[in-house]
């Protein structure tokens, strides 16, 4: 898969996650809760996404482990879309209870 075509993937990913995140905010009847929803799940994706970039860096500086740059953007790219994926159920799971 070409690196253009995964950021495609991941955009069309977030922008999916972001409008559920928009209709679960407007739906919200409670704006106290809506941000709380919204603060809690961006705090579990961003903490997701810190600790992948940290494996990354690991990886990197690891002697015995050589990466190409093409294989670090990619693993780069793996968090990401794990970030975002953890935002989308965290705001779900969140929305539901």
Do not use: W
């Amino acid at each position: 898969m070409d690196i253009g075509l995964a950021i495609i993937l991941l955009t069309y990913i977030l922008l999916l996650v972001m409008s559920y995140q928009i209709m679960t905010l407007i739906n919200e009847k409670d704006d106290k809760r809506g941000c709380l929803i919204i603060n809690r799940s961006y705090k579990h994706a961003y903490s997701i996404l810190l600790f992948g970039i940290l494996i990354v860096y690991t990886l990197i500086k690891l002697p015995h482990i050589n990466l190409e740059p093409q294989t670090i953007s990619y693993l780069i790219l793996a968090s990401k879309f794990i970030s975002v994926i953890t935002l989308a159920v965290s705001i779900f799971f969140l929305s539901k209870k």
